[in-house]
């Protein structure tokens, strides 16, 4: 059974561009969840989609999107980047039953470097 | 809001010590609890979980209790091994209907041989 997979793995872009960051979860995970990991504020959540819907949302600046499509694959975006925004974006998959004790599969990460 | 506190890293222990690495949370509600892995380059494993006062998580050697009382999830293991080298995080879910982790800020463990 394949793992949640995201790509690129590595991206380094300037200030003042935008990025888009791919998750595929597991088959038959309908939930994606994303994460920002950084040295100085540890790992704090982006947002979750469920069903091409997003069902829960973090404390970022409207510069951070996403969306999900049919086949429950996931992207990110961040435009207008900034030099903090240079940090591990982690997603992870999980069925989606809203159940508080569900495991989450979490990907490799795309290591984000903004110059 | 939820919050998790794990104790401050880094730890480095010689092989075959004892480990333990506290977490305390605060939750509105019922949470469920977890311990993360995260290996060199890696994403997060799941090391163990536990979803209701008193139960106990395991999983390779590593152990952790859900106290409610003390509002703790301590992680622990009685003989580590260099292969246990990683980040450890403990992590709460408390959002019934959506999927949502609040992570503590990871503890380093170097084990040394």
């Known amino acids: 059974k394949a793992g949640v997979t995201q790509t690129p793995r590595y991206l380094i872009k300037t200030r003042g561009q935008q990025v888009t960051l791919s998750c595929s979860p597991i088959?038959?995970?309908?939930?994606v969840s994303w994460y920002q990991q950084t040295p100085g504020q540890g790992l704090q959540f982006l947002f979750e989609y469920f069903s091409e819907t997003q069902r829960n949302k973090g404390n970022f600046p409207g510069r951070f999107s996403g969306r999900q499509f049919s086949n429950s694959r996931s992207e990110m975006n961040v435009s207008t980047l900034e030099l903090g925004d240079s940090a591990l974006y982690l997603c992870?998959?999980?069925?989606?039953?809203?159940?508080?004790?569900?495991?989450?599969?979490f990907g490799q990460g795309t290591r984000l470097t903004v110059v | 809001g939820d919050s998790v506190t794990q104790m401050e890293g880094p730890v480095t222990l010689s092989e075959e010590a004892f480990l333990t690495i506290n977490c305390t949370y605060t939750?509105?509600?019922?949470?469920?609890l977890f311990w993360y892995v995260q290996y060199p380059g890696e994403g997060l494993q799941l090391l163990l979980k536990a979803t209701k006062a008193d139960d106990k998580g395991s999983n390779k050697g590593f152990e952790a209790t859900y106290r409610k009382e003390t509002t703790s999830f301590h992680l622990e293991k009685g003989s580590v091994q260099v292969s246990d080298s990683a980040v450890y995080f403990c992590a709460l879910s408390d959002y019934q209907g959506a999927q949502k982790l609040v992570f503590g800020q990871g503890t380093r463990l170097t084990i040394n041989p």
């Open positions: 088959s038959g995970h309908r939930s």
């Open positions: 939750a509105t509600g019922y949470p469920s």
């Open positions: 992870a998959s999980t069925l989606g039953s809203g159940n508080k004790g569900t495991e989450a599969f």
